[in-house]
Structures are given as structure tokens and as C-alpha cells.
């Protein structure tokens, strides 16, 4: 069973448009986030979302929302999408540290090309 | 705030033969954790190892193995018997550990790991 899973696997589209990626994860895990990898590989978290409280928000544009209808979901919306914005997006889940061991899981990545 | 620094932006090594990556991080923390990724092509981030900063006792699985030095806050990954499975970009992370606060990973440039046949 797929732990992490992101919908859709590749996005093209155009500049200016609206886009949303979703994510799901089985694992029963307080805590998901958002990492941007850029073309160059890096990887950058944009946002994690524990209980339904935004935790994190790392000078990401306002253009980039996180929605968590509840707490194994938590999809990506993109408004008036920007060349720069392309770049693979991908989720990862983790427990809160409560003295137990804890890693983040990652989903299989979104790449997204914008035109 | 957190560092992560991967110095070898690439390396490669014949199969069968050892290979060590770098990776150096700079933190005020007394408690964390530290990672090593695998993103093969297909882009999926894998865990490889991980290790807890309080333990003195280098993490191993398998042909993967680290040598963690606190003091000098280094955390390489030693590939041992290296397979052609094992080309891939490899990332090292590091993440904070404090109790009711979110612990945010922090991630390397990456280092590109080819295994020759």
C-alpha cells in the first residue's frame, strides 16, 4: 500500500492559470508538508500543517495555498501560475516528536511544467 | 537556523567498490536527527538511514552505514558492495527535535552518486 501518495504525478500548464495538487497520506500521521525541488535539485519546505493549524509558511508567495480538508489530506493550490513556479513538488508526512522515533515520508514527487 | 552543506556535487564509483558522501550541518540544537535520502530517476525520496544525535553509535542498514561525528557536526554515508541500483541522487537532512514544536527538515544540495558496471 502506497504510504504517501500525490495526484497528479505530472502537471503542464500555462502561465497564468490555476492548478491544485493533492495529497494523501495512510499512515495516521499528525503532521504533513509541502517541499519544493528546484531545478537544481535543492529542496525547500514550504509548509507543514499539524492538526489543521498552519505551522509552517518559509516566505512562500501568497499565490501558493494549503488546504487540509482533514488530517491524512493536504493538497496545494497555485494561483496565476509563474514560469518559476515549475519545479517538482512533493509531500511528506511525520509524527510530532513525542519521544518516539519520527521520519518524514516522502510522496512520489508532482512535476509541474508551466508554458 | 539550520545548515546543511553536501560538498560533492558528484561522484561515482565501480560496483562492487565502497563510496563515502559528505555532509556537514551547522546547528545550535542539542537534539536532532539526521538523514540520508535516496531519490533515484523516477524522483521518489527513500529513506536510507537515520541517525539520532543523543546516540554515539553509528546508524547502519545493510550496505549503508554512517560515520557521525558530533563535535565536528559530519554525518557521511559509506555505500559498501556498491549496485547499479544504487545510482541516484542522494540527500542529507537534518531535523530538530524539540517537544510540541514542529520539526521541520532541512535538506542538502544533494550529491550525484553514479555506480559504473
Known amino acids: 500500500d502506497t504510504a504517501v501518495s500525490q495526484t497528479p504525478k505530472y502537471l503542464v500548464t500555462q502561465m497564468g492559470n490555476d492548478k491544485s495538487i493533492k495529497c494523501e497520506q495512510n499512515?495516521?500521521?499528525?503532521?504533513m508538508y509541502w517541499y519544493k525541488q528546484d531545478s537544481k535539485k535543492f529542496l525547500k519546505i514550504m509548509f507543514s500543517?499539524?492538526?489543521?493549524?498552519?505551522?509552517i509558511n518559509e516566505t512562500v508567495p501568497n499565490r501558493f495555498s494549503p488546504k487540509s480538508p482533514d488530517k491524512a489530506h493536504l493538497n496545494l493550490h497555485i494561483n496565476s501560475l509563474e514560469l518559476g513556479d515549475s519545479a517538482v513538488y512533493f509531500c511528506?508526512?511525520?509524527?510530532?516528536?513525542?519521544?518516539?522515533?519520527?521520519?518524514?515520508?516522502f510522496g512520489p514527487g508532482t512535476r509541474l511544467l508551466v508554458l | 537556523a539550520q545548515t546543511v552543506t553536501q560538498s560533492q556535487p558528484e561522484m561515482s564509483v565501480q560496483e562492487a567498490e565502497t563510496v563515502t558522501l559528505s555532509c556537514t550541518y551547522d546547528t545550535s540544537e542539542s537534539n536532532y536527527y539526521l538523514f540520508w535520502y535516496k531519490q533515484p530517476p523516477s524522483r521518489q525520496m527513500i529513506l536510507v538511514i537515520r541517525q539520532e544525535a543523543y546516540k554515539q553509535q553509528n546508524a547502519t542498514e545493510n550496505r549503508f552505514s554512517v560515520n557521525f561525528q558530533k563535535a565536528a557536526k559530519s554525518f557521511s554515508l559509506k555505500i559498501s558492495d556498491s549496485q547499479l541500483g544504487d545510482t541516484a541522487m542522494y540527500f542529507c537532512?537534518?531535523?530538530?527535535?524539540?517537544?510540541?514544536?514542529?520539526?521541520?527538515?532541512?535538506f542538502g544540495a544533494g550529491t550525484r552518486l553514479t555506480v559504473k558496471p
Open positions: 537532512a537534518f531535523m530538530k527535535l524539540r517537544a510540541g514544536d514542529n520539526n521541520d527538515m532541512r
Open positions: 500543517y499539524n492538526n489543521k493549524e498552519l505551522i
Open positions: 499512515l495516521g500521521h499528525d503532521t
Open positions: 511528506a508526512s511525520s509524527i510530532p516528536w513525542t519521544g518516539t522515533k519520527e521520519t518524514q515520508y
